[in-house]
């Protein structure tokens, strides 16, 4: 999985990633893969976050004296290249379908804030509801459709 990522990014940006060792991740169904594929996306997730501080730097001080607009230009093209390159490693390996909880020894606050663990307790009740409800709403079309098939049956 990490050839994927490290072929669809620049040079400069493969340094900072991590390679698996392909011996035991032979498997991509694997526990071990999986648990590469979530690092591998948080530390691309990093690196986003990351390449959008330095290029929102950049806009904020476009008219400032010494601001260069090529790098502003570069630093986006590298966070939509970026972006676009994390969205296929998302999708591809299956990890976006999951939330991306920072790791305890994650060193960037603001992705520490921005999300929290949710535990089962807590999620337990919301998916009970949400489940009732969908139940409900299908049970009630499937009685309307039986209302629909006994008119039109009669006639």
């Known amino acids: 999985m990490s050839s994927y990522l490290a072929a669809s990014m620049p040079m400069h940006a493969t340094s900072s990633m991590i390679t698996p060792n392909s011996s035991h991740l032979s498997d991509p169904t694997s526990p071990e893969s999986f648990k590469q594929n979530i ?69 960037d606050s603001s992705l520490t804030q921005a999300s929290s663990a949710v535990t089962e307790q807590e999620l337990t009740p919301t998916t009970t509801q949400s489940v009732q409800s969908l139940y409900e709403r299908l049970q009630r079309s499937q009685e309307s459709a039986g209302a629909v098939v006994s008119l039109l049956g009669s006639s």
């Open 39 to 107: 690092r591998l996306a948080l530390t691309h997730v990093a690196r986003v976050n990351s390449l959008a501080k330095r290029a929102l730097g950049g806009i904020e001080n476009a008219y400032h004296p010494g601001t260069s607009n090529a790098h502003t230009d570069a630093d986006l093209t590298s966070l939509a290249q970026a972006m676009s390159t994390l969205s296929d490693f998302l999708r591809t390996t299956g990890v976006g379908a999951l939330p991306l909880v920072p790791t305890q020894g994650s060193s």
